[in-house]
């Protein structure tokens, strides 16, 4: 059984710092696109970054140098870190695994659709 479990979340204060992990069990998460997204109340769910197999990242322009994702293939993790945090980041913040890579994240920033092994999220509150 496939399992994804997000961890890290918490309340920060603007400018502060949280570093998500997205720990995988039943699945090896180095075989896998793997994105994040996040969703805020009363919007959306929005794909912000996600990373290919081969370790290419993609990140949209509101959190491009910001943020930062990575792989930990030794512990079946992906690492999300968060820096100069906005209130506007508050959201609840969701790991899964994508089918494929494409190279035009740009004018198409990754879907929901494409993903299919969700976590259960985690919420992420930027405050003062």
């Known amino acids: 059984q496939v399992q994804l479990v997000e961890s890290g979340g918490g309340l920060v204060q603007p400018g502060g710092s949280l570093r998500l992990s997205c720990a995988a069990s039943g699945i090896t998460l180095g075989n896998y696109v793997i994105g994040w997204f996040r969703q805020a109340p009363g919007k959306k769910r929005e794909g912000f970054s996600c990373i290919s197999s081969d370790d290419y990242t993609y990140y949209v322009d509101s959190v491009k140098g910001r943020f930062t994702i990575s792989r930990d293939n030794s512990k079946n993790t992906v690492i999300l870190q968060m820096d100069s945090l906005k209130p506007e980041d508050t959201a609840v913040y969701f790991c899964?695994?994508?089918?494929?890579?494409?190279?035009?994240?740009?004018?198409?920033?990754?879907?929901?659709?494409?993903?299919?092994?969700w976590g259960q999220g985690t919420q992420v509150t930027v405050s003062s």
């Open positions: 899964a695994t994508g089918r494929f890579w494409r190279s035009d994240y740009a004018s198409l920033p990754p879907q929901s659709y494409e993903y299919d092994n």
